[in-house]
């Protein structure tokens, strides 16, 4: 068991880095304060080629895991950016190995070299819906199949970078829940083109506590045509596909959370040993130390899950509770360490020229989304230790 980082995963890390911090905190709190999409910061990222990390490389990518992508994602948070910055850009990521895994040839000559430079935008994914949240079954929108054509109808909701993505994973019924054995069946995924949508999708924002410069929305449906080529693996299994999707999605967050709890901590221990209180810094106090030395802690324990989850993914092994668990452990202990920031900081903790504040507000979500901590909670009782279904 080798727990150093290869050297090709050291030079990414470092020069995701640097990357990183060529933008300055102040471009990121004026980012927050405006509530803008950071495009320039976007463009230097697929600039460099790291959207292409896990493409392989007969489609234009690197042809690395997503071990290698976590790692990019990690550094673009703890650069600096905080979510402002990886959320951008991250559903590139996890979007994409669904395309990989499950499109066909065509579609994937036609898509994936454009997306690894970034010409090509993938970085909305629509499942989630007012009366279907995690249960991902009984979404209601609809799609008919018509000719040549799926005319799409229903509303998705909390729908993340819709006003800067071109190309969107949507999920749809094609049989309804009634008139399939197991409720899971009769989904599936659609490539919808945004540049052709027209005024078949209207997109609502929402405003949000958390990642103020990308965008969250609420889609109304109406008849959306969609090309059967567009279809993404096999009619009705849709919720099966969406799983290679939804385990890297919670393995790329789990390292963004593990980003943000490292730079929350790296702030709020250089605070500590400045900060002068009764003649002497507020970090020789344990009541400082002890907090931030128990979050930096439990930071590097999810961090081990985080590896553990996206090597066993990239060597084929079925990692839904190693993935679970480390979405689970990164956010909570990211929670702490944002926490523990605020009051090491004090007032200063909640000012936002001082960020502490936007860390804080932005890692609240992720014990909520893409799957709550309880959920997370009632799939280990369940499909791991082999207890009940309590709901």
């Known amino acids: 068991m080798d727990f150093e980082l290869t050297e090709g995963q050291r030079v990414i890390k470092e020069e995701v880095r640097?990357?990183?911090?060529?933008?300055p905190l102040q471009y990121w709190r004026e980012k927050d304060w405006k509530h803008e999409y950071p495009f320039e910061f976007v463009k230097e990222v697929a600039s460099a080629g790291w959207f292409g990390t896990a493409i392989p490389t007969e489609y234009g990518g690197a042809g690395l895991g997503l071990l290698e992508?976590?790692?990019?994602?990690e550094e673009l948070t703890a650069g600096g950016a905080g979510f402002d910055g990886s959320n951008a850009c991250h559903a590139v990521y996890f979007n994409s190995h669904s395309l990989v895994k499950h499109g066909t040839d065509v579609q994937k000559e036609k898509y994936l070299p454009k997306i690894a430079t970034g010409e090509l935008r993938f970085q909305s994914l629509a499942v989630t819906e007012p009366?279907?949240?995690f249960d991902t079954s009984?979404?209601?929108?609809?799609?008919?199949?018509?000719?040549?054509?799926?005319?799409i109808n229903g509303q998705k909701a909390f729908i993340s970078r819709l006003s800067e993505t071109d190309l969107m994973l949507l999920a749809a019924r094609t049989t309804p829940i009634d008139s399939v054995q197991k409720r899971t069946k009769g989904i599936s995924l659609f490539l919808v083109d945004m540049r052709e949508s027209?005024?078949?999708?209207?997109?609502r924002r929402l405003h949000m506590m958390t990642r103020h410069s990308v965008d969250t929305n609420m889609l109304f449906i109406s008849d959306l045509k969609v090309p059967v080529e567009n279809l993404l693996g096999e009619e009705d299994n849709g919720f099966y596909h969406l799983l290679d999707t939804l385990n890297p999605e919670r393995i790329y967050l789990s390292?963004?959370?593990i980003g943000l709890g490292r730079?929350?901590?790296?702030?709020?221990?250089?605070?500590?040993?400045?900060?002068?209180?009764?003649?002497?810094?507020?970090?020789?106090?344990?009541?400082?130390a002890f907090p931030l030395a128990e979050a930096y802690s439990e930071i590097e324990v999810a961090d081990l899950m985080r590896y553990k989850a996206a090597t066993m993914y990239d060597n084929g092994q079925q990692c839904?509770?190693?993935?679970?668990?480390?979405k689970l452990r990164a956010s909570e202990a990211a929670s702490k360490a944002c926490d523990r920031a605020v009051q090491t900081l004090g007032g200063y903790g909640l000012a936002n020229d001082f960020d502490i504040e936007r860390y804080y507000r932005d890692i609240r979500l992720m014990r909520i989304a893409p799957v709550s901590t309880e959920m997370v909670l009632n799939y280990l009782s369940e499909h791991v230790l082999g207890l009940p279904r309590s709901y």
């Open 18 to 23: 640097k990357l990183a911090n060529r933008f």
């Open 69 to 73: 992508g976590s790692i990019v994602l």
């Open 131 to 133: 009366n279907a949240g």
């Open 138 to 151: 009984k979404i209601t929108t609809r799609a008919v199949k018509k000719g040549d054509l799926y005319v």
């Open 198 to 203: 027209g005024k078949a999708i209207e997109a």
């Open 255 to 257: 390292a963004e959370c």
């Open 263 to 288: 730079l929350a901590i790296q702030r709020a221990v250089e605070y500590a040993k400045q900060r002068i209180v009764f003649d002497r810094p507020i970090g020789k106090n344990q009541g400082i």
């Open 320 to 326: 839904g509770p190693e993935a679970n668990m480390a």
